[in-house]
Each structure stands twice: as structure tokens, then as C-alpha cells.
């Protein structure tokens, strides 16, 4: 291999010598560079250096060169195929790059002769660093086009999307939090769960186990247990609510509608209406009356099953039993005016 040393001054616009090599004369050739400041040396410290060149027909060559002595700004580049796969007058010079800075030598005058064996050396050999670059992308391109994936936007899937336990789906909202919600299935249990996770608050989860939604968040929606109806509830056409009692065996239990003052204490039964059911299927009726315990047959309105009735402890008289009266004789018995 010919090695050929050269002196090359950044702060000189021209650098006058002439390098001469042969078409495909691959790694033939090795350029051995001391970089310059003004005669000074030039540090290279944490640098790369790459050798660019161009030819009369817009060939363009991109290659790594490596650093000898980086104090003492040495470095050395070997002409790789691309580099001499045109025979032509190549205008070369040599970069510095280091994060954002970039610095470059002044033109390199390269003369490669031509090589009798021209035409027969293939093609592909001899191209440029951008050209590899773009057969890489599109030798990629194909590879994803012909696999069965999702493209970030705008795509559209036609399979299933599984998701691992605990791993989530998350979607971003645009107000003045910027809130992050969560839906994912709970890691351990069979739940579907969805959370907001910047104010660490659940909304709602499923849990199939027991076949059960539960809304966590304030709602519309009239809860099964613990809810209050804030506005009117309408029965249309056969509409009907139904209230369950224990069976026997039981202790005495009662079932109605149950009535509070909202503005002053609204956990106090301040009257109401339904069903008593005494202990073990003991005695039964409907009651209506005030405090707190309407059912309670000394203080309301009872009405049993037999059709009998009770206010506040006293039977009230039907005409059914309305029965037991005296005949008073009117025999010599006188009106008498205004009474």
C-alpha cells in the first residue's frame, strides 16, 4: 500500500499538491493527514473525521476516516472502492465533526487514471454512502410492507389487540389539566378498569366474577345501594316498584317508604308508609304514620290483613263490625229549636 504524507493548514484557503491513484485501485492508496492551525497543531480531541469528495458527474463519496494522534491532529484515510470506482478528477476534502460543530480543510485536488478493466467491475460496488443509505430504507420499506404491522397514524387494524394484564390503554385529553385516563385490565383479578390517573381517581370497573359494574365517579345514573334520587321518579303504564322482606326465621323487619326533612336533618325518619313483618312470619300488616318508627302500631295507622284496623293502638269501627248497638225508644221525645 502507498502511503503519502500531506501538511494541511485549515486557515489556507488553497492546498496546491495533486493526489494521483488508479481507478479501482481499492485500499492501493493511504492518505496520512497532519492537520494544522496557522502552523499549529490542531487537537482533535472528541472529533470524527470523515472524507467527502464529488466528481464532474455529481458522484458523491462519504467515508470514515480514522485518528492517529488526536492531540496532535493526525489522521489517516485509506481509499475504499467507492472511493476510486470512477476514473475522473475528484474535488476531496476532509470534515471534522463533533456534536454541533463541523469544520473542514480546503480542496483536495484527487486525479484517478483510468483502468483498462473498466466495464467490467459491477456497478453495486461503487456507490455513494447516501446511495447505501437509501437502498438500506428501502430494502426495509419492503420488509415492513410485506409484515402484518400497524402503522402509527392513519392506519387501520383488522385483527384483535391483546393486551397483557395490568398493561393499558391511555388516552390524553386537551383541557386545562391535561388528564390522563386509563382503561386496562386489573392485574390479579378478572376486572376491566377505568381510572384517571392524574388525579388517581377511579370511574368505573367491571368485575366478572360477580358480574358486576360499579360507577366509582358522581353519575347520573341511580346506584343500586346508597344513591339518592335528586329529581322526580315516574311509574308509566305497568310500571311498578317492588320491595323484598326476609323470610322466616328471621328477626321482625319493615319495608316502605320513609320520609326526612332534607334542610334540617335528612337521616331522620320523620315518617313514612309500608310493610311490617313480624319475627318468624309472626303477624303482618301496613302501617303509615310519624317519627321514627312509623311501623311502630301504638303511635300510626295499621291495616291488617283480615281488613281490620288501628289508629294509634285503637281499633277503628268498619261497617262490617260495626255491630252491638242499642235501640233508644224516642217514645214522648220533643225537638227542640236550634239544637
Same mark, same amino acid.
Given at each position: 500500500m502507498r502511503n503519502e504524507e500531506i501538511i494541511i493548514d485549515l486557515a489556507d484557503p488553497v492546498f496546491t499538491k495533486t493526489i494521483r491513484s488508479r481507478?479501482?485501485?481499492?485500499?492501493?492508496?493511504?492518505?496520512?493527514?497532519?492537520?494544522?492551525?496557522?502552523?499549529?497543531?490542531?487537537?482533535?480531541t472528541g472529533y470524527v473525521v470523515k472524507y467527502e469528495a464529488t466528481n464532474h458527474t455529481g458522484v458523491f463519496i462519504r467515508d470514515d476516516a480514522q485518528i492517529v494522534d488526536a492531540k496532535n491532529g493526525v489522521f489517516s484515510y485509506t481509499f475504499t472502492s467507492q472511493a476510486v470506482s470512477t476514473s475522473d478528477d475528484w474535488t476531496a476534502y476532509f470534515v471534522m465533526e463533533?456534536?454541533?460543530?463541523?469544520?473542514s480543510t480546503p480542496d483536495i485536488r484527487i486525479t484517478l487514471r483510468r483502468d483498462v478493466k473498466e466495464g467490467n467491475i459491477k456497478i453495486e460496488n461503487y456507490i455513494s454512502e447516501f446511495e447505501i443509505i437509501k437502498k438500506t430504507l428501502d430494502e426495509l420499506q419492503k420488509k415492513l410492507n410485506a409484515m402484518d404491522v400497524v402503522k402509527k397514524s392513519g392506519d387501520t387494524m383488522t385483527g384483535d389487540l391483546g393486551m397483557d394484564p395490568g398493561k393499558s390503554v391511555q388516552f390524553k385529553s386537551s383541557g386545562s389539566t391535561n388528564n390522563n385516563y386509563v382503561l386496562r385490565g386489573q392485574a390479579g383479578q378478572n376486572k376491566l378498569v377505568l381510572s384517571d390517573i392524574t388525579s388517581?381517581?377511579?370511574i368505573w370497573d367491571y368485575f366478572?366474577?360477580?358480574?358486576?359494574?360499579?360507577?366509582?365517579?358522581?353519575?347520573n345514573l341511580l346506584?343500586?345501594? *346508597?344513591?339518592?334520587?335528586?329529581?322526580?321518579? /315516574?311509574?308509566?303504564a305497568l310500571g311498578q316498584m317492588l320491595m323484598t322482606q326476609p323470610d322466616s326465621a328471621t328477626g321482625p323487619s319493615a319495608r316502605g317508604l320513609h320520609y326526612a326533612d332534607k334542610d334540617t336533618d335528612g337521616s331522620v325518619n320523620r315518617g313514612g308508609m309500608g310493610r311490617f313483618k313480624g319475627a318468624n312470619n309472626g303477624e303482618e300488616y301496613l302501617y303509615m304514620g310519624f317519627g321514627a318508627t312509623p311501623w311502630d302500631s301504638q303511635s300510626g295507622l295499621i291495616v291488617r290483613?283480615? *281488613?281490620?284496623?288501628?289508629?294509634?293502638?285503637? /281499633?277503628i269501627a268498619t261497617a262490617e263490625n260495626d255491630t252491638g248497638w242499642i235501640k233508644l225508644a224516642t217514645t214522648g221525645v220533643e225537638n227542640v229549636a236550634n239544637r
Open positions: 481507478q479501482n485501485d481499492k485500499n492501493g492508496l493511504k492518505l496520512t493527514v497532519y492537520a494544522r492551525e496557522k502552523g499549529q497543531n490542531v487537537d482533535l463533533k456534536s454541533t460543530e463541523r469544520m388517581n381517581k377511579f366478572s366474577d360477580t358480574d358486576t359494574f360499579t360507577v366509582i365517579s358522581n353519575t346506584k343500586k345501594t *346508597g344513591d339518592i334520587i335528586t329529581g322526580l321518579l /315516574k311509574f308509566h290483613p283480615d *281488613g281490620s284496623a288501628t289508629l294509634k293502638g285503637k /281499633k
